[in-house]
């Protein structure tokens, strides 16, 4: 179930830059990474969650300073139920973007 957010503040509210890890793409022929970059996993702090989460943006461009206030571009959130053993489940937030843009003037201080 992918569902698009039209007002990522409304729902996650400030987000602040922690910091991204780069994505590289798998070959699963010849099961290895390969140095071809898929994009970026963000790390986010989320006001109103409470917690940091993960956002797989396309932009592979992305030079801020750690804490600075950011704004997503096309979010999309798409969970899914993950089996951890014998009739038990866990949901998995997965988030995804197009682009992280900052929030001109905005960090913190």
Known sequence: ???RVTNSNEILGNLLYIGHMTKFHYDKESKRKTE??????VEVASEKLGKVIS???DDTTLEL?????????????????KAVSAGFAELVERFTCRAIKPVSGKGVQ
């Open 1 to 3: 179930m992918e569902i």
């Open 36 to 41: 071809e970059i898929e994009g970026l996993v």
């Open 55 to 57: 956002v797989m943006s």
């Open 65 to 81: 300073p750690a804490f600075t206030q950011i704004e997503l571009v096309d979010l999309t959130y798409n969970p899914y139920a």
